[in-house]
């Protein structure tokens, strides 16, 4: 299947900075087809190429691409895009100078705006961190405000911080939404939270032990067999339907326990992860233990290898003497089974943490689809994944994969300026 083939039945979106995919997922969770996704970063484009079969993966910065490229490389024409969507890494968001967006260490957020201007799409969200609602960093969102005005998109005001823990995910995960209409459009409603909140044993305690199989020592998946109670699990391991989900169904074996390599402890470390009370911090790594009942605290994704690929802490599971599993992870993240991460812990963490949680991204997306007065239905066909392959590339295979320079990842920390398009933006 080939966008082209879908565009007509479907609300059309783009996602920029699309990571592994979670916007992605939560946009086509909610009827909207994912024409085409830009990422930088050649392994993550590689994992949404697995999990996205029908969309056009675009690696390359933003900073490199224009709409045009856009639209000739996903084979749109001059169809009309229904939303752009997208969360520019923080790079800091420097605020040191008359003009924010002038600086060229705040270029990603500059290039969306740009590629909204360019699209021109029907309604465009933006996510980010919630600090920057917070003093000095406010003068910036008015900055992002005021762009988006000058290209014709009015922001639902006030904008709002929601937590992903109020949109059935167990995450305490608070991220800024951005909802801009373009001009005359009906404005869309920011979503309401849904009534009860789904706990972190809901969502993992049906996960068979990974340290029970050798296998997953130097493999991230075995088959396996075990019962799911919890219908937060059930959903997400396709045993019973999800009647909001109108993604496509993908084919998928819900006896495969995936994205489960192994962690190794001392026995020192196991025994103070056992001592450790739930909720509570273990002193010596600084890992937080999991409380069953409760929420898990925010995923955080670690950096990339341009900024000294140091990893993030990673929760103690809640009854067992180790850390979360990948999977263990991308349950408390709301996605899904069939969907797959990098076969390395290290990328597999990061794409999780990097992401917005698809049920959170699929409330945002409803709100569109409403606005767009469109009423979704669940697509007959069954998609394949792609390549295994895609799951296990290094850097090297991933940029020769997508024809990219190997060192495509380095490029996040060049310092261009980008003011002679800055007038084309604000023209």
Known sequence: MNSS??????PVGIDLFAGAGGLSLGFEQAGFDIA???EIDPIHC?????????SKVICASVADVTGEDIRHSANLGNVDIDVVCGGAPCQGFSLIGKRA????RNQLVFHYVRLVKELQPRYCVFENVKGLTLGKHAGFLDELIAALSEAGYDVVLPYLVLNAADFGVPQDRRRLFLVGARRGLAIPDYPNSVERRTSVWDAIGDLPDADCFSELSTVDSVRANWTTKAAYARRLRGIDPDPADYGY????????LSSSLRTGHTELSQSRFLATGHGKTEPVSRFRKLPPD???NTLRAGTDSARGAF???RPIHPFLPRVITVREAARLHSYPDWFRFHSTKWHGFRQIGNSVPPLLARAVANQITKALEVKPSKPEIVLQPGEPDLLSFDMGDAARYFQVPRDTIAQRTRKTNPKHILKEAYA
């Open 311 to 313: 990893t993030s802490p």
């Open 46 to 54: 590689a994992v949404h190429e697995y999990n996205f079969p029908y």
């Open 101 to 104: 967006l002038d600086d060229p």
């Open 294 to 296: 409760g929420l898990c």
């Open 36 to 38: 085409a996704a830009i």
């Open 249 to 256: 169904r993908r084919e998928f074996d819900p006896d495969l």
């Open 5 to 10: 083939s879908t565009i007509k039945q479907r």
